[in-house]
């Protein structure tokens, strides 16, 4: 009978990692409102690297004249398809240096997919629509992006010491990039808060709380 329990255990320890650490992140603005479209990232003191992610196809769409989503993490290899369903014409570009493209895409086109190969922060615009504008972060790292309720939850992570940092395309000019350090156990969940001074929300006219994101 020991011996059976014995193997159990080590099939149970063989399944996947031992740990089950948590940290949950807040972002609200200087007022105390949460704060959607906030990018996340997390940096471990030291860690071996993880392997990349495999890659995976991300859209982004234009609908009354917005695009949707408005922020969005991708990672190197990723492709993202740009989708016009508006009843206009879209021109879709970008100058960023991590990736420079543009689309010129009638009502119901789709573009072909766009192949992610660096790290860095792309600017997208409409060069027809000025008030159209979205970001793609890539990053080779672990990133989430805030819902409206401004919480993200980082599941399944190793104990020890991270460097939480915090991206809004809304943080003012010249603003250091916030960050603050997070210890993560595997009894309890690890907590990190932020509080970001914002411009105002530059996309136009729209009523986009009640846009279906």
């Not at 603005?29 to 704060?35: F, P």
């Not at 504008?133 to 010491?161: D, N, R």
């Amino acid at each position: 009978m020991r011996w059976r329990l014995v193997m159990a255990w080590l099939l149970a320890g063989s399944a996947g990692p031992a740990w089950a650490g948590q940290l949950v992140v807040r972002v609200s603005d200087s007022g105390g409102h949460a704060v959607g479209d906030a990018v996340v990232s997390l940096m471990m003191a030291a860690t071996a690297s993880d392997p990349a992610p495999r890659p995976v196809t991300r859209y982004v769409d234009q609908r009354n004249e917005t695009f949707i989503p408005y922020v969005q993490v991708l990672h190197p290899g990723d492709r993202v398809v740009f989708r016009n369903s508006d009843g206009t014409r879209h021109h879709v570009y970008s100058f960023s240096e991590a990736k420079a493209f543009e689309f010129l895409l009638r009502p119901g086109e789709s573009s072909p997919p766009l192949t992610l190969d660096k790290t860095g922060l792309v600017a997208v615009g409409c060069n027809i629509h000025d008030h159209m504008i979205a970001y793609l972060l890539i990053t080779s790292g672990q990133a989430l992006v805030t819902p409206p309720q401004g919480q993200v939850v980082f599941e399944h992570l190793p104990p020890g010491h991270y460097t939480v940092k915090v991206w809004h395309p809304q943080l003012r000019p010249g603003q250091v990039q916030p960050s603050v350090e997070a210890t993560v156990a595997e009894d309890a969940p690890a907590h990190a808060e932020f509080a970001l001074s914002l411009i105002p929300d530059p996309r136009g006219f729209a009523d986009r709380e009640h846009l279906d994101y």
